[in-house]
């Protein structure tokens, strides 16, 4: 991203909210010199009457003490991409070389959280680790960190891989199901973000996160290195998903365009889910987990039926537990 459309980014972006979060990544973010985040630091405090926030979301592998230093200085969070214990990150994650990026990440983990910039990782849920989830799990807790994990999304280079590497919707719902057992049970358990939105959205009726909101429309935008928005990064590249470009376009018009109103009301036109128990908190999820699989952002998210598996679970646990503490409120 060049000079002026970081600018652009950043001037427009503030001028149309009073609070804004940056999350830097790519690709890997940290590929941009420091130099680069030191201006956009630069740009966002010319607009010292608004709340800004900045993150990187990165592999690790670059993540320097000069890194850390500027984190610490301008209150860069850092989220970091590991698939768990060393025999199974490095089947995932590895240099040109075949050389596993588990030493490397792990240290900049271990040195974030030391920090307190970060002491969580991003999980990336496919057929190589679906088995391992108990020792991913067992991984996080010995490190203190927390999880997020995320199923194997259609997308970029996973694209050609994903008839071996993709789960199929209930194979999902099972091993989360398996999981979920095991730390809601857990009376030491670390903090699991996936579970913990789901158990949220279920008790309170009200859906949070991208994949569960009424609309990520509501709070998210994408800007490419040459400035195209896009709904999120996931559609970035998408001719038909360009919602303008930030060089050009007043992003206000942008935001309150008709195909973004479009991408707004996605969850009125998913007839199939209209039945379902569950659409209040779910909202059909994700639309373009939608589109990848069926080209339609207006059918159900492609894993819809392990999502169901996993709320009607976690719905029985949470109730059972309910019940039996009513029962001692009253012997008591």
């Known amino acids: 991203m060049d000079e002026t459309t970081l600018w652009n980014m950043t001037s427009k972006s503030l001028q ?16 941009m010199p420091l130099g680069f985040y030191a201006k956009a630091v630069e740009f966002q405090q010319m607009h010292s009457d608004k709340q800004v926030r900045n993150g990187f979301q990165t592999n690790g592998t670059l993540v320097t003490n000069d890194v850390l230093d500027f984190c610490e200085r301008y209150d860069f969070k850092i989220g970091f991409s590991l698939d768990g214990p060393e025999c199974v990150n490095n089947g995932t994650r590895c240099f040109p070389n075949g050389q596993g990026a588990f030493e490397q990440t792990i240290g900049a983990v271990r040195k974030a959280k030391q920090r307190g910039l970060g002491s969580g990782i991003i999980v990336v849920v496919s057929k190589l680790n679906k088995d391992k989830l108990g020792e991913i799990y067992d991984f996080a807790k010995s490190e203190g960190l927390g999880l997020k994990l995320n199923p194997l999304i259609k997308s970029g280079r996973a694209l050609k891989a994903y008839g071996d590497l993709g789960l199929e919707p209930q194979e999902y719902g099972r091993i989360m199901i398996d999981l979920f057992d095991r730390w809601f049970y857990d009376t030491s358990a670390i903090g699991i973000e996936t579970f ?13 996160g991208c994949n569960y909101s009424q609309s990520c429309q509501n709070s998210f935008i994408s800007v490419g290195v040459r400035g195209d928005i896009y709904p999120c990064t996931r559609f970035d590249g998408a001719c038909e998903f360009k919602l303008g470009n930030i060089n050009t376009d007043d992003l206000n018009g942008v935001l309150e365009s008709e195909k973004r109103q479009w991408l707004r009301d996605r969850v009125l036109r998913v007839k199939e889910c209209l039945p379902c128990d569950y659409r209040q908190v779910c909202n059909s999820g994700c639309m373009h987990g939608a589109y990848m699989q069926t080209g339609d952002i207006d059918r159900r998210d492609y894993y819809c039926a392990g999502y169901k598996m996993l709320f009607s679970h976690i719905t029985q646990r949470v109730e059972a537990e309910l019940t039996k503490a009513e029962v001692k409120q009253y012997a008591v």
């Open 16 to 31: 149309s909210y009073d609070s804004v979060e940056f999350i830097w990544h790519g690709g890997e973010p940290l590929l």
């Open 196 to 208: 913990e939105e789901l158990m949220g959205n279920l008790l309170t009726g009200i859906p949070f």
